[in-house]
C-alpha cells in the first residue's frame, strides 16, 4: 500500500473516531436515561455513564432498525397529587378530551385525598407509584428505598385496583441512582421516565407549554407533566388536537408498552407536529 492509501485510511480512521466521539458525548447524553426500565433490564449498561456502557448504549440504538413506522402513540404522565383543586379541574379537562392518562401518585397524598384517588381510577386513567413520601431517592439506602415503594404501593391499593400501582414506577424528581433501579426491579416494577419533559415543574405560559412539546415530539411518546398547574391544564385542548390531527393515538403507559418494544420506547422517532 502506498504513501497516499495508508493516509487515506489513517484519516478515515480519525473521522470515524472523531464521528462516534462526538455522538458518545453530545447526541447519546438524552440516552443516559431511557424512557422505561425494564425488570429484566441491564441497569448498568442502560443508564451508567461510565464510557463502556455509553459505547453499548450507541451501538444498540444503531441496531434500532428503521425508525419511520415507529408508532404515533403518546401517554401523557402526570406526577404529584392528588390535590383538592388542581385534579379535579384536570381530570374533567382529560375526559372532556376523551384522553386517559397515567398518574403517578403519591401515597402520603393519596391518604389525604382518596376519594380523588379513587376517581383517577374511576374516569378510566391509570395508576403509578411515586413513593409514600416523595424522597430524593438518590439519597436513600436501597432499604429506605424499598419501602417508600412498598409503602407507597400499600397506600395506593387501599384506595384503587389499577395494575399499574403493581407494575409502574417514577422516581420523584427523576433522581436515582443504579441501585434504586434494581430495587424497583426486584419489586417488579417497569421504572418509567418520559421521552419529553413538559416543563411544568416550573413557571411557563400556556402556549409555551404547548409549543415546547409540538418541538419536542417524537414516536412513540411518554410525555411527563404535572398534576399540580394549571397552565397544564389549560394547554391540554390546544395540545390534544394538535398531536390527533398529526396522527396521534392518546393511551396509558401500560397501554403503550404493550404495544411497543423497550427498544422502540428507549430510541423513539422525532416527528414533526
Given at each position: 500500500?502506498?504513501?497516499?492509501?495508508?493516509?487515506?485510511?489513517?484519516?478515515?480512521?480519525?473521522?470515524?473516531?472523531?464521528y462516534l466521539g462526538y455522538r458518545l458525548f453530545v447526541h447519546s447524553s438524552a440516552a443516559v436515561t431511557p424512557a422505561v426500565i425494564t425488570p429484566k433490564m441491564d441497569v448498568h449498561r442502560a443508564v451508567s455513564?461510565?464510557?463502556?456502557?455509553?459505547?453499548?448504549?450507541?451501538?444498540?440504538?444503531?441496531?434500532?432498525?428503521?425508525?419511520?413506522?415507529?408508532?404515533?402513540?403518546?401517554?401523557?404522565?402526570?406526577?404529584?397529587?392528588?390535590?383538592?383543586?388542581?385534579?379535579?379541574?384536570?381530570?374533567?379537562?382529560?375526559?372532556?378530551?376523551?384522553?386517559?392518562?397515567?398518574?403517578?401518585?403519591?401515597?402520603?397524598?393519596?391518604?389525604?385525598?382518596?376519594?380523588?384517588?379513587?376517581?383517577?381510577?374511576?374516569?378510566?386513567?391509570?395508576?403509578?407509584?411515586?413513593?409514600?413520601?416523595?424522597?430524593?431517592?438518590?439519597?436513600?439506602?436501597?432499604?429506605?428505598?424499598?419501602?417508600?415503594?412498598?409503602?407507597?404501593?400499600?397506600?395506593?391499593?387501599?384506595?384503587?385496583?389499577?395494575?399499574?400501582?403493581?407494575?409502574?414506577?417514577?422516581?420523584?424528581?427523576?433522581?436515582?441512582?443504579?441501585?434504586?433501579?434494581?430495587?424497583?426491579?426486584?419489586?417488579?416494577?417497569?421504572?418509567?421516565?418520559?421521552?419529553?419533559?413538559?416543563?411544568?415543574?416550573?413557571?411557563?405560559?400556556?402556549?409555551?407549554?404547548?409549543?415546547?412539546?409540538?418541538?419536542?415530539?417524537?414516536?412513540?411518546?411518554?410525555?411527563?407533566?404535572?398534576?399540580?398547574?394549571?397552565?397544564?391544564?389549560?394547554?391540554?385542548?390546544?395540545?390534544?388536537?394538535?398531536?390527533?390531527?398529526?396522527?396521534?393515538?392518546?393511551?396509558?403507559?401500560?397501554?403503550?408498552?404493550?404495544?411497543?418494544?423497550?427498544?422502540?420506547?428507549?430510541?423513539?422517532?422525532?416527528?414533526?407536529?
Open positions: 500500500m502506498n504513501r497516499l492509501g495508508r493516509g487515506a485510511i489513517i484519516a478515515l480512521g480519525a473521522a470515524v473516531l472523531c455513564t461510565d464510557l463502556d456502557a455509553r459505547l453499548a448504549r450507541l451501538l444498540h440504538a444503531g441496531r434500532g432498525g428503521d425508525r419511520s413506522n415507529r408508532p404515533r402513540l403518546i401517554a401523557l404522565t402526570f406526577d404529584d397529587g392528588p390535590s383538592a383543586v388542581t385534579t379535579p379541574l384536570l381530570l374533567d379537562a382529560l375526559h372532556d378530551l376523551h384522553v386517559p392518562a397515567t398518574f403517578f401518585l403519591i401515597g402520603r397524598d393519596a391518604e389525604q385525598f382518596p376519594e380523588l384517588t379513587r376517581r383517577i381510577e374511576r374516569a378510566g386513567n391509570e395508576i403509578g407509584n411515586h413513593t409514600y413520601s416523595h424522597p430524593d431517592l438518590d439519597k436513600l439506602s436501597d432499604a429506605a428505598v424499598r419501602a417508600e415503594l412498598v409503602k407507597g404501593r400499600s397506600v395506593l391499593r387501599r384506595y384503587a385496583t389499577d395494575p399499574g400501582i403493581d407494575t409502574l414506577f417514577r422516581p420523584p424528581h427523576g433522581r436515582y441512582t443504579e441501585a434504586t433501579l434494581v430495587v424497583a426491579q426486584r419489586l417488579g416494577y417497569r421504572t418509567i421516565f418520559w421521552t419529553d419533559d413538559g416543563g411544568d415543574w416550573r413557571k411557563v405560559g400556556t402556549r409555551a407549554l404547548a409549543m415546547h412539546l409540538e418541538k419536542h415530539a417524537t414516536a412513540p411518546e411518554i410525555v411527563l407533566l404535572h398534576n399540580g398547574n394549571l397552565a397544564t391544564i389549560q394547554m391540554l385542548p390546544e395540545i390534544v388536537a394538535r398531536f390527533r390531527k398529526s396522527g396521534y393515538q392518546f393511551v396509558t403507559v401500560s397501554q403503550l408498552l404493550a404495544r411497543v418494544s423497550p427498544q422502540e420506547m428507549n430510541h423513539p422517532a422525532r416527528r414533526a407536529v
